[in-house]
């Protein structure tokens, strides 16, 4: 396969890969067709030779014109340099800083910031985004520990058919004051695609910027409490289908029903927002929501107005609707003005019960309190798509490439930025979102943090193995994160499991970024080489060490062999189903004599006690120097299902499963605290702020008979 010469330098003039090395260290090398069409998606014609020639001519000359790179990043207490720059001599210059807080010379000490650097020779001038970012972020002081929860599946007896953000504020409260915990790390919290799904997963959202008001405790909401009359009785009507919906739930008689939720509460809370008005209290509050959020705010309750009228495929719009700075659309948000009003209102309450659960967490005494998920990448016919649709890459999708997990590679169906577009933006469409996330958090989970340096396109159309990476600006995009950070005082948590580029985690962990180690994947030599086991002294310290995530099973299903027999049941396998139990047994026994060596799992536990290896699995992440230990929610009821199986949206439950015990029955979040495995769990952990030396024997606690003071019920 020959690729004509400009057709290469081109892609490598924009990031583009024109090979790539496997997770097996093979060298695959990128089709002409796909560089093609990677380019076009960035605004470059390759289509011809001749036109490769022109557009690399093109430039070259731009580049050669041009005085700054597309961007200048440095870390306080450094000051940038003309002369590191390469500029010419007798070049002059200065630093614009943010938000118009005036100038500063460039030999000035800098605030961290997003400024813009202008110089200037005696023909021309040019400018660029100059980033100045602490050195590193803080990291939590001692060992903290907490639940690892998909917030929908935590209902409480007072829920409307899913979790929300009030039973997430008790829940809160609870681990901090009665189990020590030093924070709950959430699933993605983002506004998600309207109308029923297949597969409603968090991680493709319609926005990344909002979160979704179908979180909201609609009777939490001040004004609710002041309804009366018609909208009373049509409020409290939805009330009470919500609240049968929910016992439904509970009694494990129906899955969770984000739709039937959705219309329930949005109709209580048109009620709300039509027949009761703010307090003038209230009323300022509102719109300093207002002013704070802005443009962004406004494209977003008008992509809702809109897709109410017109469904939530913008694409599919009338012509005029699907650019969000046209004439049309200024003359449709004027005549949906209620309706972009009230999403508007929505926006700001659920920022507001956001805002209290984080508030709860802490004064509870959580030192971190919430963690707040990052998804990806956002649906393509969603809010953010068609707000921000100039900075996406149009007919691409990210994913990953072929690799032993997925001999096929994997679409995720998402578009990803344009480095070149997120550059001439100053970097300002992410840290909005970013901004957006870190608000109520006392951290932030990036997911596929490896994103911040490449990311696998897909070109519309064609099987995931026919991507290729383009590269980002990994200086500006981790500067980006890290300054939203700093300014929120929050820690950051890189999702770094699969493959990951050489060199990658060292990075990450130099400006302070966690890591994410799960202890399915932890084994010397690596998930390509197992050579048993990874004990735990020689886990990562800067990451959360967790045993599982929402993607695989649960503890007890991987400890009973039931994830197999799953797959089996739904027609997954790939293999011989005996084939498949045999491999998994063996995975599994490899760390049950782990646990054995470790003196976590006395001979004979195992058989007397069926919790005996769940137990001694999470005393062994105590044994790890991890600065942050999660544990997943449905581990402490004996779950035995998987919130979500990868690839299987038309044949198993993904995402609208509520937590339950062994035998599937529905747990509540009022039972936590006497549930005896959870009890059992809860106990191994000290309180948080402690040393990561402090040790838990599972077999030195109480039995689920003996009284603890922690248990408690949620109030």
Known sequence: MTVPDALLRLAHAHGVATSYTTDRGARVDVAPDTLVAVLAACGVDAATPAAAREALAAHEHRRA????????????????????????????????????????????????????????????????????????????????????????SVLSRRSWGMGDLGDLADLAEWSAREAGAGFVQLGPLHAAEPGPLTDPSPYRPSSRRFPDPLHLRVEAVPEYAYLDGAARHMADACAARARALNDEVLRGGSLIDREAVRALKLSALRHVHQAVPLTPGRAASFAAYLEREGRELTDFATWCALAEVHGGTWQTWPAGLRDPRSAAVARARSELADAVAFHQ????????????????????????????????GVSPHGADAWAYQRFLAAGMSVGAPPDDFNPRGQDWGQPPWRPDALAAAAYRPLAGLLRAGLRHAGALRVDHVMGLFRLWWVPQGRPPGEGTYVRYDADALLGVLMLEAHRAGATVIGEDLGTVEAGVRGRLAERGVLGTSVQRFEYIGGSEGRHGPLPPEQWRTDCLATL???????????LSGEHVALRARLGLLTRPEAEEK????????????????????????????????????????LRTPARMLGVWLPDTTGDLRPQNLPGTSTVHPNWRLPVADATGRPVALEELPEHPLVRRVIQLFP??????SSRSSPSSRSSPSSPSSRGSRVH
């Open 65 to 152: 014109t041009r005085l700054l790179p597309p961007s200048v990043v440095t870390r306080q207490p450094e000051t940038p340099r003309l002369e590191g720059l390469g500029l010419p001599h007798g070049t002059t210059g200065h630093v614009e800083l943010e938000h118009g807080a005036g100038t500063a010379a460039l030999l000035d000490p800098l605030p961290v910031g997003l400024h813009t650097l202008h110089v200037r020779t005696a023909d021309r001038g040019d400018s660029c985004p100059l980033l100045v970012t602490p050195e590193r972020l803080r990291t939590p002081e001692g060992r903290h520990w907490g639940f690892v929860v998909q917030l929908y």
């Open 345 to 376: 209102w929505l926006a700001w309450l659920t920022d507001e019960q956001l805002a209290g659960a984080q508030h709860r967490a802490v004064a509870a005494g959580m030192p971190i309190g919430l963690v707040h998920d990052l998804a990806v």
């Open 548 to 558: 599982t995530t929402h993607d695989l099973p649960t503890t007890a299903a991987w």
């Open 582 to 621: 045999a491999e998994a047994a063996a995975e599994r026994d490899g760390w049950l004599a782990e646990l054995a060596r470790l003196g976590l799992l006395p001979a004979g536990d195992g058989e007397a006690d069926p919790d005996a290896a769940l137990l001694a699995l999470h005393a062994l992440l």
């Open 687 to 692: 309180r948080s702020g402690s040393s990561p």
